[in-house]
């Protein structure tokens, strides 16, 4: 079955330190992948997607289809950082159906 | 533009009663899903309602129904209340073939059953 694995409930780190958030995900066919941020008393917000490669507030995330894995990654925490963040698997057998992970709460201490 | 806009923000039900949650589509969004998210845990999907049809249904019970009108706004029904629906129900607009561009999300209706 398609699966989100967000190993650690919790990560904190010292601001300007680096962040890995990891995703590993299990799914046969040629996944999409997401990374969505919920920050305090906020709405889910889209981060970034695997489609467009591209670098979001400093966070940059790689798939790597041989470890089935989508980890988020930012050199340089900065406090505005702290929030809950998920990642998602889209497959489209299924119409485009998200898959969450449970989440991983980042915690930035100054 | 509002984006998705949901209501109520919070809702208490008794166990078995029957609950309707409400969400507007973010402007020129026409594809709405329905994810509900337990205390903890990510979002589940629901449903997916396109031109006014479930094209897709996640693994819920039939006492979980939907509907979208023409204006693309929807509707997430619960009958028979339980306990366990107890959980943040989350709406989702998005656009065909813009699916893999990410989703808009409400902020979503806590529904507290009791």
């Known amino acids: 079955a398609q699966r989100v694995t967000q190993p650690e409930k919790l990560l904190s780190v010292f601001k300007g330190a680096p962040v890995e958030l990891k995703c590993n995900y299990s799914?046969?066919?040629?996944?999409?992948l997401f990374w969505y941020v919920q920050y305090s008393r906020q709405r889910l917000q889209l981060l970034l997607r695997?489609?467009?490669?591209?670098s979001i507030k400093g966070f940059t995330a790689d798939l790597n289809k041989g470890e089935t894995s989508f980890h988020l990654k930012k050199p340089f925490a900065q406090e505005e950082d702290s929030a809950m963040y998920y990642c998602?698997?889209?497959?489209?057998?299924?119409?485009?159906?998200?898959?969450w992970g449970a989440g991983t709460k980042l915690i930035i201490k100054p | 533009d509002a984006g998705v806009t949901q209501s109520p923000t919070h809702l208490i039900k008794t166990r078995g009663q029957q609950v309707t949650l409400r969400c507007s589509p973010k402007?020129?969004?026409?594809?709405v899903s329905w994810y509900q998210q337990a205390l903890g845990q990510g979002p589940q999907f629901i449903f997916q309602?396109?031109?006014?049809?479930?094209?897709q249904r996640g693994n819920f019970p039939d006492r979980f129904s939907g509907h979208q009108f023409p204006n693309y706004s929807s509707e997430l029904n619960v009958n028979a209340l339980l306990l366990g629906d107890s959980a943040l129900y989350l709406c989702?607009?998005?656009?065909?073939?813009?699916?893999?561009?990410?989703?808009?999300f409400g902020s979503g209706t806590r529904l507290t059953v009791v």
């Open positions: 998602a698997l889209m497959y489209t057998d299924s119409n485009y159906q998200l898959i």
């Open positions: 799914y046969s066919g040629s996944p999409e």
């Open positions: 695997h489609i467009s490669r591209e």
């Open positions: 402007s020129g969004h026409d594809t």
């Open positions: 309602y396109y031109e006014e049809e479930e094209r």
């Open positions: 989702a607009s998005s656009t065909p073939r813009q699916e893999f561009y990410g989703y808009t």
